[in-house]
């Protein structure tokens, strides 16, 4: 007991000394005995497989794991002890109350953030800054989460107010010198699963970076949505999940020293041996593009990387490694946009037109980046013979089959893409130099996917049934696409774009960027996400292509049949990027452009709410 409650002088929960996700001997460690009632607690589910009655259970756990959960509090209190700031950190940084840290602006250094930086042009440069008055330069809202009220905003950076800390100034201290989140905005926990912690690491890995610069800034997205939607705990004892807030695609030779830092800093790295701690790259092959990426996928077997590439194993064909794991990465979404979205005939502003397409492709055919030969009667159809295996060399194949074939068009470019998509019954959903984007775009525009790489899983798959609104062909097959997709009559393919329709939702960010189809975001990417964690946490080890079966809930969120009601006068924004489109947006457009690529506080879902605290949870 005295060994406890010293734990709580260095801020560390008494939850630390149930560290859940410790395995021992491939055994899951419950965050609390006591937990474990007649029905099984998820973190009890090894132990409590071992006999039915509840009490039994708690007496196993607490004699099984009393000694284990003593030397993890000795384990913990030596890495995370906490120290006061230097007393002048607060003048130009932010104190982070919890780990002493004082963190600096990028021009200044040192225990008080008082030494300047040297040669300053240098290190930003380096952030993506082409000047050093961006570098610099105060800009209110373009932060995480606009520094919710509570601090500066430098061009990312947040320099808090006196007493709060954080990379959006979320976090403070209670009576007690526990870390809170939102303190004094009305914040509650969501009310169930997944409870995420986020590393709050130094700002040289994160809010330093010049977001602008990013192609796809999702990490920081991720970030501001798991604090908005109340998912975030600031207990790391008592998390589900832990999240690093980078995209590994950026971080190059830093990728190393964020790990690093994380193991030196806080316990829970070493103490699950990186299990559950969601590492997200947006990269065309994942966590397995290039050296260093490959290097850092590796040294994290155990880690769930959160990626758009689903590659299950090394393709026979080309030099793809294979890197996603079913069951412990996830496939996600990459939000791919075009202009015009709204144009979609899942909008319920806009009147359907008649599918009179069979197949349709606009796109690069060829990885020499010139358009293919007109003439198909011979192979090869590309004009030079470099990067013949672009797509694994699929897109070439079906311009070479099928793009003179009546009702198919198979073409390198289009005047009227979105128009196209609208009016067709199936649309090529092929990879690139890696992941592609079509199986998302031509989802949205009501085209069924037609997915052609062997061994790539698609977004959110095996946990979404895509047999329901995609055709899914082998390359072998590719010559007889034509009869596959013919053998598919009207009922069947009403079926499947009445699902097509509901998994379009799954399929993009709508509480992120806005939404489309007139819908509050309950069924949006990043809540689908959340389900599938909270699948995982009550059926451990269970694949994930029987999640449906498994769990009822999350058959009906896969189905878009969820019944309860959202909050009244609740209305999501809608996706707001093509101007003079409004006459067809569903809901007003969002008012993100002053944000910049950090987007509106909390994600659109929170637009027009007090705070981030009081943002529309409908999915929960």
């Known amino acids: 007991l005295q060994l406890l409650n010293l734990t709580w002088t260095y801020r560390l929960h008494v939850n630390a000394v149930h560290l859940r996700l410790v395995y021992m001997s491939g055994t899951v460690l419950p965050a609390n005995c006591k937990r474990i009632r007649h029905k099984t607690h998820s973190s009890g589910y090894q132990l409590a497989r071992q006999s039915t009655n509840g009490q039994q259970t708690r007496q196993q756990c607490l004699k099984r794991f009393l000694i284990v959960n003593l030397l993890l509090v000795l384990y913990a209190w030596s890495v995370i002890e906490a120290k006061p700031c230097s007393p002048g950190c607060t003048k130009h940084g932010t104190c982070n109350h919890e780990l002493g840290r004082c963190d600096c602006p990028r021009n200044l250094t040192g225990d008080n953030c008082d030494e300047p930086i040297k040669p300053l042009a240098r290190v930003c440069k380096h952030n993506g800054f082409p000047s050093l008055e961006e570098c610099v330069a105060e800009t209110p809202l373009r932060c995480l989460n606009a520094c919710n009220r509570r601090g500066r905003c430098y061009g990312g950076w947040c320099h808090c107010h006196e007493g709060y800390y954080g990379a959006d100034c979320s976090l403070s201290l209670d009576a007690n010198g526990r870390p809170e ?14 409870r995420i912690y986020i590393y709050e690491l130094p700002p040289r890995f994160t809010t330093h970076k010049n977001l602008d610069r990013f192609d796809r800034p999702l990490f920081a997205h991720l970030w501001k949505r798991i604090i908005s939607s109340g998912h975030r705990t600031t207990d790391g004892a008592a998390a589900d999940y832990y999240y690093v807030p980078v995209d590994f695609r950026y971080m190059f030779s830093e990728a190393l020293l964020v790990l690093q830092y994380i193991q030196q800093t806080w316990p829970y790295w070493n103490a699950t041996g990186g299990a559950r701690h969601l590492l997200l790259s947006t990269s065309d092959l994942g966590g397995c593009e290039g050296k260093q990426l490959m290097r850092i996928r590796n040294l994290t077997a155990q880690a769930v990387w959160v990626t ?9 064909r080309v030099w793809w490694p294979g890197c996603h794991r079913p069951g412990l990465d996830v496939v996600i979404p990459i939000p791919a946009q075009t202009n015009g979205m709204l144009r979609t005939p899942l909008n319920p502003r806009v009147t359907p037109l008649e599918r009179n397409t069979t197949f349709y492709f606009s796109g690069k055919i060829c990885g020499d980046n010139r358009d293919p030969r007109a003439d198909t009667s011979s192979w090869p159809v590309c004009q030079t013979a470099t990067n013949p295996l672009y797509s694994a060399g699929v897109r070439q194949q079906v311009y070479y089959h099928h793009s003179k074939r009546p009702g198919y068009i198979v073409v390198p470019r289009s005047r009227s893409y979105v128009r196209d998509m609208s009016t067709a019954k199936f649309c090529l959903a092929p990879t690139g130099g890696g992941h592609g984007k079509r199986q998302v775009l031509v989802a949205r525009f009501g085209c069924i996917p037609v997915p052609i790489t062997d061994y790539v899983l698609q977004p959110f798959e095996p946990e979404l049934d895509w047999e329901a609104f995609s055709v899914t062909v082998k390359e072998e097959d590719v010559p007889r696409l034509h009869t596959i997709l013919g053998a598919i009559n009207d009922t069947k ?10 998994a379009s939702k799954h399929l993009w960010w709508s509480s992120l960027w806005g939404g489309i189809f007139g819908d509050d975001g309950r069924y949006d990417a990043f809540a689908t996400l959340m389900e599938i964690l909270r699948v995982r946490l009550l059926h451990p080890g269970a694949p994930p292509e029987q999640y449906r079966q498994l769990d009822e809930r999350f058959r009906r969120f896969a189905d878009c049949e969820l019944d309860d009601e959202p909050p009244r006068n609740v209305s999501l924004c809608t996706y707001g990027y093509d101007l003079g489109l409004e006459g067809i947006a569903p809901t007003p457009y969002c008012e ?12 659109a879902i929170c637009e027009g709410a007090l705070n981030i605290a009081a943002c529309p949870r409908p999915w929960q």
């Open 181 to 194: 989140q939102l303190a004094g905005m009305g914040f509650s926990a969501a009310p169930g699963p997944p």
């Open 308 to 316: 758009p590439w689903g590659l299950t194993r090394k393709h026979p």
């Open 493 to 502: 393919l009403s079926q499947m774009q009445k699902s097509l329709a509901c």
């Open 592 to 603: 993100w452009r002053k944000y910049g690529k950090y987007g509106i506080p909390g994600g």
